[in-house]
Structure formats: C-alpha cells, structure tokens
C-alpha cells in the first residue's frame, strides 16, 4: 500500500515537495513582483520632485544612479513586512478561491504541514530584511545623506544638525550646554560645564569663544570663569585664561544622534550604546530603541505570514477583495501599533524592550487564534 504524500504528524523537517516549492516560488515572487512595482514608482516620483535640484547643482548621472541604489534598501526595508502581508494574502485567497487548499487538506495535509513553505518564504524574507537593517542600510544611508547635502538645496547643510542650543550629559551629574556651534570652523560663541551633586549643582565652567582642536581632541578659549558652591550655596567665583580642557564626547555627538545613530552598523551601534550608557547620557532610550526596532520588524514577517495564511485560507463570498481589505486593517493597524509604542519607549512611559517587542506579543495572540479557526 502507497504511503500518503503529507503524513498528519509533526515533523521538524518535513523536507521540500513539488507543492512546497510552488508555495513558495509563488509567494516570494509575488513579494518580488509587488514590491518591486512600488519601489519603480517611489523612484520616479522622487526623481521628478528632485529633478530640479540635479539641474542646478549639475549632479552627474553616476552620482544619481548610486543614490537611487543605496536608496533602494531604505524603502524596500520600510514596507517589507506590508508587502509580504499582501503577497501572502493575495496568493493564498486565490489559492482558497479556487478550493485548492480544500483539496490539499482533504488528502491528509495538516494545515500546519500546509504553513511550512510559508515559513521557509518568510524565512527568506526575514533575513534579508534583517540583513539589510543589521549591516547593508547604515551603510546605504551614509551615501544617501552625503550625496543629499552636496545636490540636494535643501539639504545642504552638514551630515550633523547641529542646533543653536546643545545640551548633552558627558557623564554621571556632568552636563554640558554649548550655544552657537558652527560646524565648519569647529567655533561655539559659549559653553559651559555643569556639576551636579544631590539635585544641586557644585561647580560650573563657563568660557566665551570656545575653539575645538580637532587633532589634538581639546577645547580652548582664552579666558573662563569658574565657579564652585558649597553646601549652603555660597558660590566663590574665579577667573582664568587659556582654557584648554579634554571632554568625554565626541565632536559628532554635538549633532542630531537620532539621525546619526541609523548610519551605524549594529556592531558600531552597539559600542556607541555602550559608550552612552556608562556617561549616564538622556538619550539612551532613543538609542535602545534603534536597537530593537532593527531586530523586532524583521522578524515581524513570521507573524504577519501566519495571520495571512489562517485569515486567507478560507474560502468566503467576498473572494480575495474581501481577504485583502481584513488583512490590509490588520497589517496598517501592527505599523501603527509598532510606531506609538516606540513613542512610549523613547517617552520613558515603558521598559524600551517591552515597548518595542509588544506589538510582536499582541499580533502573536492574534496569530494563534486565527491559525485556531483557520480550517484544518
């Protein structure tokens, strides 16, 4: 007697069948196919808003045509978990429409031996998300912002935004506040240092026409005032020439560190995480979050693919339309749900781990109790 193709049982490696391989060459390359046509029209949409800008400022074709490369990732990454939600659905209502899955269950295929080329699809599209968020779009965006500021009018300013007001923690009960950095001839029009000790601060440095030699790593001015404060506020006030002083922060960290932290690779990020927590720095939720972000979306794509296959595997009146209308609120509803908690997690308003992975752990309930209902 002929053993049937599926067996019912749970197999850790159920191996690839002719089946398994068209699931998955019809759900990457629908994948491909849709996300492939989106990314042609943001391309030249964004070439016809910028064109006057390449005119101008003479950018050559090579320059423009690496731009759009290294810009190409950036995007993909960006919706890759929608557009694998729409590929998963779209293909697997028709499938459903035409009672194929009705079939492959009818001859003895569990639903979750059904979900396996899924996975591997998912698989696939994971780690080249993750692959281009962990390594390949830090260094695709440093490309981008350079070629931004020298064509770009717009943009023409340095990588770094530099704010007229600078305020950054270069350790435990350090501050410093900088006011007027200007990035080209590396000049701030004043800064001071500030000492906290109990809430109250202790002692302050205050110096005008601040200098920063960017060989020797040292800031100078030629006079500054120091003034220290005992325990009952009495303040003893001194003043000095020829400031020459070494900080704990990098002339870079003055810039926006939001925008600067997406151009590291997760080795570099990781050490500057490291670098920021033992100065006791404000921002280290922000940076935490970059971090998780970049690990939780990816992986997202497992649990987009489950809800896609249990909510489109049944057949209903409302063919694929209505299969694609459900999943399309359910996948806008997780980006969503993903962008405010990131807002709580930089808002201190939840644990930055929580925060981010939540909505993981919210549409993995999800996931499960559709795959429950779905038919078996």
Same mark, same amino acid.
């Given at each position: 007697?002929?053993?049937?193709?599926?067996?019912?049982?749970?197999?850790?490696?159920?191996?690839?069948?002719?089946?398994?391989?068209?699931?998955?060459?019809?759900?990457?390359?629908?994948?491909?196919f849709?996300?492939?046509?989106?990314?042609i029209?943001?391309?030249?949409?964004?070439?016809?808003?910028?064109?006057?800008?390449f005119?101008?400022?003479?950018?050559?074709?090579?320059?423009?045509?690496?731009?759009?490369?290294?810009?190409?990732?950036?995007?993909?990454?960006?919706?890759?978990?929608?557009f694998t +939600?729409?590929?998963?659905?779209? +293909? *697997?209502?028709?499938?459903?429409?035409?009672?194929?899955?009705?079939?492959?269950?009818?001859?003895?295929?569990?639903?979750?031996?059904?979900?396996?080329?899924?996975? /591997?699809?998912?698989?696939?599209?994971?780690? /080249?998300?993750?692959s281009?968020?962990?390594?390949?779009?830090?260094?695709?965006?440093?490309?981008?912002?350079?070629?931004?500021?020298?064509?770009?009018?717009?943009?023409?300013?340095?990588?770094?935004?530099?704010?007229r007001?600078?305020?950054?923690q270069?350790e435990p009960?350090?501050?410093?506040?900088?006011?007027?950095?200007?990035? #080209?001839?590396?000049?701030?029009?004043?800064?001071?240092?500030?000492?906290?000790?109990?809430?109250?601060?202790?002692? *302050?440095?205050?110096?005008?026409?601040?200098?920063?030699?960017?060989?020797?790593?040292?800031? *100078?001015?030629?006079?500054?005032?120091?003034?220290?404060?005992?325990?009952?506020?009495?303040?003893?006030?001194?003043?000095?020439?020829?400031?020459?002083?070494?900080?704990? @922060?990098? @002339?870079?960290?003055?810039?926006?560190?939001?925008?600067?932290?997406?151009?590291?690779?997760?080795?570099?990020l #990781?050490? +500057?995480?490291?670098?920021q927590?033992?100065?006791?720095?404000?921002? @280290?939720?922000?940076?935490?979050?970059?971090?998780?972000?970049?690990?939780?979306?990816?992986?997202?794509?497992?649990?987009?693919?489950?809800?896609?296959?249990?909510?489109?595997?049944?057949k209903?009146?409302?063919?694929?339309g209505?299969?694609i209308? /459900?999943?399309?609120?359910?996948?806008?509803?997780?980006?969503?749900?993903?962008? @405010? +908690?990131?807002?709580?997690?930089?808002?201190?308003?939840?644990?930055?781990?929580?925060?981010v992975?939540?909505?993981?752990?919210?549409?993995?309930?999800?996931?499960?109790?559709?795959?429950?209902?779905?038919?078996k």
């Amino acid at each position: 007697m002929m053993e049937p193709q599926y067996k019912t049982g749970v197999n850790w490696w159920p191996g690839l069948k002719i089946l398994d391989r068209y699931i998955i060459r019809k759900f990457v390359g629908t994948y491909i196919f849709s996300i492939a046509m989106i990314v042609i029209v943001v391309v030249v949409f964004d070439y016809v808003e910028k064109i006057d800008d390449f005119a101008t400022n003479h950018a050559p074709v090579e320059a423009i045509v690496d731009y759009y490369l290294n810009f190409v990732p950036f995007f993909v990454n960006q919706f890759s978990a929608l557009f694998t +939600f729409v590929a998963c659905i779209f +293909f *697997t209502s028709k499938l459903a429409h035409r009672t194929e899955i009705v079939a492959m269950l009818s001859g003895g295929m569990s639903f979750l031996r059904l979900m396996w080329p899924y996975f /591997i699809g998912a698989l696939v599209i994971s780690a /080249i998300s993750l692959s281009l968020s962990l390594w390949i779009i830090p260094v695709s965006q440093r490309t981008c912002v350079s070629f931004e500021e020298q064509y770009i009018t717009r943009n023409k300013k340095s990588n770094v935004r530099y704010e007229r007001h600078i305020y950054r923690q270069i350790e435990p009960g350090t501050f410093l506040y900088i006011r007027g950095f200007n990035h #080209n001839s590396l000049q701030a029009s004043f800064m001071a240092i500030e000492k906290y000790e109990g809430g109250s601060v202790r002692a *302050t440095l205050d110096a005008s026409e601040v200098k920063f030699d960017e060989k020797a790593k040292r800031w *100078t001015a030629q006079r500054y005032i120091k003034r220290t404060f005992d325990e009952k506020g009495v303040e003893t006030f001194t003043q000095h020439r020829n400031l020459d002083t070494l900080l704990n @922060i990098d @002339i870079n960290e003055l810039g926006n560190m939001q925008s600067m932290v997406k151009t590291m690779k997760i080795g570099e990020l #990781n050490a +500057f995480i490291d670098q920021q927590r033992a100065k006791g720095s404000d921002m @280290i939720r922000h940076f935490e979050v970059e971090h998780h972000t970049r690990y939780s979306y990816p992986l997202g794509t497992f649990i987009l693919t489950l809800i896609g296959v249990s909510l489109s595997s049944r057949k209903m009146r409302g063919g694929t339309g209505l299969h694609i209308g /459900i999943g399309l609120v359910l996948c806008f509803s997780y980006i969503l749900l993903t962008r @405010i +908690f990131e807002v709580f997690a930089r808002g201190g308003s939840l644990p930055t781990m929580l925060a981010v992975w939540l909505p993981n752990i919210i549409y993995t309930i999800i996931a499960i109790y559709l795959y429950r209902k779905a038919p078996k």
